[in-house]
């Protein structure tokens, strides 16, 4: 299915994300990408070798939303303490980090964050190296960029937003024990940073010899939902529904 409303939703994206990636819409990115279906993620799934029971989906509605707050109440609360207006810049770039469509999370075994590499920073777009800076060159992976190095996202927050496909409730306590957990997120539309993305991350897990239990979140629709309007939102409503 592919929606006029999508297509324009999409092109706007690439014109605002401010990731310079995002631009490069000829260079493994999808100008014009489809509305998943499970089965298509499932299938999509299935050609990266990502297990069922890690294969998880991000909710269309919730998640944009609640990051919102989150850093809203964040930037709200270092505005009235009148902490460092640079501080503050730096928030307002983290936010827009954090709402990138391809991304690399790994967590202590208490859920917390301890690094983060979004879409935006691997230039040039070819040949999409993830090793930023060499962040994946020693373990834990860390990069020098500020943005990069504020964590205000939980493990426990992100899971809470996701579910199985078909709607199967995920449950964050029923993950297995282990001393970290990487959460990759990836779709359909940013196809080769997806790809480059998984190949990574896998290959960084096996060569550092650590208990790591990799998490894969779809984002495609909740990625496009976040783009439309109400009218579209109706509109994308009836179109599923038909």
């Known amino acids: 299915m592919k929606l006029p409303i999508i ?3 999409f092109l706007f994206i690439l014109l605002n994300t401010g990731c310079g990636v995002a631009y490069r819409v000829l260079l493994g990115i999808d100008a014009s990408p489809d509305w998943n279906t499970d089965e298509q993620i499932a299938k999509q799934a299935k050609a990266y070798n990502i297990p069922p029971e890690y294969n998880l989906v991000l909710d269309t509605s919730t998640y944009r939303r609640a990051l919102n707050n989150l850093y809203s109440d964040t930037l709200n609360h270092t505005t009235i ?4 207006s640079s501080y503050f810049k730096l928030l307002k770039k983290a936010r827009n980090d954090d709402r990138q469509p391809t991304q690399f999370r790994l967590f202590n075994q208490y859920g917390i964050e301890i690094f983060k590499m979004v879409n935006c920073y691997v230039d040039p777009p070819i040949p999409m190296n ?7 060159d020693a373990f834990p992976p860390k ?5 990069l190095n504020i964590h205000l996202i939980q493990l426990d927050f992100l899971l ?11 449950n964050y306590s029923s993950l297995p024990k282990a001393d970290y957990y990487g959460v990759i997120i990836w779709n359909d539309f940013f196809k080769r940073p997806s790809r480059k993305l998984i190949k990574t991350v896998r290959e960084y897990v096996k060569k550092t010899d650590q208990s790591i239990t990799l998490i894969y979140i779809n984002n495609q629709n909740q990625f496009l939902w976040s783009m439309l309007d109400k009218e579209e939102k109706e509109k994308m409503k009836k179109e599923l529904q038909d």
């Not at 303490?81 to 460092?84: A, E, S």
């Not at 993830?130 to 994946?136: A, E, L, R, T, Y």
Request: hydrophobic residues 30%.
């Open 130 to 136: 993830w090793n930023v800076d060499g962040c994946f």
């Open 143 to 147: 990069t020098s960029h500020e943005t």
């Open 81 to 84: 303490t009148n902490l460092d």
């Open 7 to 9: 297509i324009f939703s």
């Open 160 to 170: 809470s937003h996701t579910a199985y496909l078909h709607k199967q409730t995920f």
